[in-house]
């Protein structure tokens, strides 16, 4: 994956299936600590957010039914 080094306030989000692939996301918006995204393109099952910030990454798992 290539993220840009030099990060703004936004952060960057990469969204990945099961096996790692990188999916096609939709919008996104950041309210605080607060991160909704438009997932809809993400196959059913399991599935990673990698959320890039100036302080580092955060991943979050969830599953699509």
Known sequence: ?????ALATEPQ????D???R????G???VTGRTLEADVSAAPTG???LLIFT???VSVV?????
């Open 22 to 25: 990188r999916v096609h996301m």
């Open 27 to 29: 919008p996104y918006t």
């Open 13 to 16: 989000i990469v969204l990945l």
């Open 54 to 56: 100036a302080k580092g």
């Open 46 to 48: 399991l599935c990673s």
């Open 61 to 65: 798992h969830f599953v699509k039914v």
């Open 1 to 5: 994956l290539e993220i840009a080094r």
């Open 18 to 20: 099961a096996i790692g």
